[in-house]
């Protein structure tokens, strides 16, 4: 399965402030994906990330607090803008190489806290 | 859409024991299904997958079920052991469903020794 680097592996941010977290693989993946996880709580789509055109996005997120940059195939970007102590959240970048093999991979996690 | 949940939130076993972890979904059209692993402070963890053409599969030491009649599945594992204390999650999968997994609410398996 594919490798993911993803960084930083937490923060503590300003309200108000913006953080990019990054998403590094180390093979081309057809189909890349930004996770939520809340404290306590289940992983929530954010967006799919797609190589060369904009991003897709699941109800209730959108571009403006989330932008979401995927310029090749192996890496991508996600900012989280604005922040305010409701964005404080686990960030999971994940990965599939498409076709008939749908396994999903995940990176380590961005443990984001806002102050 | 999809809702994917789990029926209990927190189970304990004994160090040896069989663990047994349900989830329930709701779309049937749901064909692939796969369980998770959480350890904390790490990113979701691939255990065993499963298609909608299967009603078993069987891993190192874990057994998924899958019964579709009922729109169940069940995560077994096997003399259980503490290193298996997790978050577990089962995610649920259509194809042509825009290649989206959505996840359960997740099961704590506490290990106690």
């Known amino acids: 399965s594919a490798v993911i680097s993803q960084k930083p592996s937490r923060d503590i941010c300003q309200r108000g402030t913006s953080l990019t977290i990054q998403c590094q693989v180390d093979s081309q993946v057809t189909m890349m994906f930004w996770y939520r996880q809340q404290p306590g709580q289940s992983l929530t789509l954010i967006a799919t990330?797609?190589?060369?055109?904009?991003?897709?996005?699941e109800s209730g997120f959108v571009i403006d607090k989330f932008p979401i940059s995927r310029p090749n195939l192996t890496f991508s970007t996600l900012t989280v803008s604005n922040m305010s102590p409701e964005d404080s959240s686990i960030y999971l970048c994940?990965?599939?190489?498409?076709?008939?093999?749908?396994?999903?991979?995940f990176g380590s996690g961005t443990r984001l806290t806002v102050v | 859409g999809e809702s994917v949940g789990l029926h209990l939130p927190t189970l304990s076993v004994q160090e040896g024991d069989n663990s047994i972890i349900n989830c329930a979904y709701s779309?049937?059209?749901?064909?692939?299904f796969i369980w998770y692993k959480q350890e904390s402070g790490k990113g979701p963890q691939f255990i065993i997958d499963?298609?909608?053409?299967?009603d078993k599969r069987q891993g190192q030491r874990v057994t998924v079920l899958l019964n579709k009649t009922v729109k169940h599945l069940s995560l077994q594992i096997a003399a259980t052991q503490p290193g298996d204390s997790a978050v577990y999650f089962c995610?649920?999968?259509?194809?042509?469903?825009?290649?989206?997994?959505?996840f359960g609410t997740g099961t704590q398996l506490k290990v106690e020794l």
């Open positions: 499963i298609r909608s053409n299967m």
């Open positions: 994940s990965v599939a190489r498409g076709g008939l093999d749908y396994g999903y991979t």
């Open positions: 990330a797609n190589q060369g055109s904009e991003a897709t996005y």
């Open positions: 779309n049937s059209a749901s064909d692939y």
């Open positions: 995610a649920a999968f259509i194809t042509g469903g825009g290649n989206k997994l959505t």
